[in-house]
Structure formats: C-alpha cells, structure tokens
C-alpha cells in the first residue's frame, strides 16, 4: 500500500521559513513527480509546484516561484517543500501528492502552517 | 495560466437525486480533466480522470464526460456519503477550480 506521511503543524513567525516533509512508503519516488498543494482556511486547492525526484527539476505556479523550494531525498523516499518570507497569507493547510496510475491519486493528509508573530 | 470556472458553487440536494456539475477552461485542455472530491478534514480523492475515466474503486454513480473546454460531472444517484466539495483541475498545467460544495437540502 502507497502511503504519503506528511510532518506535523508548523507554526512561524512573518519573516521566517518552514520547511515540510513528505515521506512515502510502498513506492519508489524515483518514478513519478512529486507534487504539492495548499488550501487557505475555507478555500479551494491551489497547486504550488511539482519535481521530479529522479533529477531535481522543478516547476512552479507562478505565484510561488519565489515563495517555495521544492527538494527530494530519493535515498530516503522523502520529498521536502520549504517555505520561505513567511506572510499571513501563507496560513493553509499543505498536501504533497503523487502519482501511482495516474497523476495525483494518491495524497498525504496535510500539514497545516499557521503565520503568526 | 489557463482558468478553470467550476459552476455552481454549491448545491442543495436530497438523497437519490441526480447532481450534474460543470468545469469550464479557459483555453483547450484537451481531455486532460480530472475529478476530485475532498470530504471535511480529509485529503482529495481522485475519481474521474481524464474526463471520463474512473479511477480504481470509485462507484459507477460518478461519471465525467466532456474535451476541450467543456467538462462535466455527474453523480447519477446522490448518496448521503458523497457529501463533500467536488473540484475539476486541468493536468497540462494543474490548475483547479474553485469547487462545487453538496449540502443537503
């Protein structure tokens, strides 16, 4: 069974990064993309990026070009979002999510970030 | 960017009743559509993919149809399980829609 197991909730200060955790279990991340996800509190998904772990290459929405940096371990079958300038905005639960059979059927269970002083 | 304008926003329905839902992009995306539904508290759940296929395990009551720009989902048999917001997102450049939310009337 293919599990995504994300790190706990963050909390951080403006001004500050975080970085979360993505570790799977039953697949080999080497062979599909990893991706990641957010919703702000009572909002839809919003797709922030994906990478490739087999070779580091990334893409990103636009819009968080300059707010995440998306890395993976493949020893360790991990993938990693860092966020960075923390704003209240950023305030959202985050998702990785990865493909199996199909691009994005299988998902952790979210990790909020909560951006208070 | 290509836009993904999902309509309604919400609906009231009962039990039994047939729920249709619509995605409309903002530029060809081809067939490349998928169906998602998020329960409260829960992480997304992959139904449909592109357009029209079900994805393993997921009720024949779901179905997607549509290419191009125009999308639609349906669920034939409404059940009190399949309470939830539902979002289409195009797979050439991910991008969601805003979600369509079930409410019981």
């Known amino acids: 069974e293919v599990q995504l197991q994300q790190s706990g909730a963050e909390l951080g200060k403006p001004g500050t990064s975080v970085k979360l955790s993505c570790k799977v279990s039953?697949?080999?991340?080497?062979?599909?993309?990893m991706h990641w996800v957010n919703q702000r509190p009572g909002k839809g998904l919003e797709w922030i990026g994906r990478?490739?772990?087999?070779?580091?290459?990334?893409i990103y929405a636009e819009k968080f070009k300059s707010k995440a940096t998306l890395t993976a371990d493949t020893s360790s079958n991990t993938a990693y979002m860092q966020l960075s300038q923390l704003k209240s905005d950023d305030t959202a639960i985050y998702f990785c999510?990865?493909?199996?059979?199909?691009?994005?059927?299988?998902w952790g269970q979210g990790a909020s970030v909560t951006v208070s002083s | 960017d290509i836009v993904m304008t999902q309509s309604p926003t919400s609906m009231s329905i009962s039990v039994g009743d047939r729920v249709t839902m619509n995605c409309k992009a903002s530029q060809n995306v081809g067939s490349n559509v998928d169906w998602y539904q998020q329960k409260t508290g829960q992480s997304p759940k992959l139904l449909i993919y592109?357009?029209?296929n079900r994805y393993t395990g997921v009720p024949d009551r779901f179905t997607g149809s549509g290419s191009g720009t125009d999308f639609t989902f349906t669920i034939s048999n409404m059940q009190a399980e399949d309470l939830a917001v539902y979002y289409c997102?195009?797979?050439?450049?991910?991008?969601f829609g805003s979600g369509t939310k079930l409410e019981i009337k």
């Open positions: 039953g697949y080999n991340i080497r062979n599909t993309y």
């Open positions: 999510a990865m493909g199996v059979y199909y691009v994005m059927d299988a």
């Open positions: 990478i490739d772990p087999a070779n580091g290459n990334t």
């Open positions: 997102m195009q797979s050439n450049s991910f991008t």
């Open positions: 592109k357009a029209s």
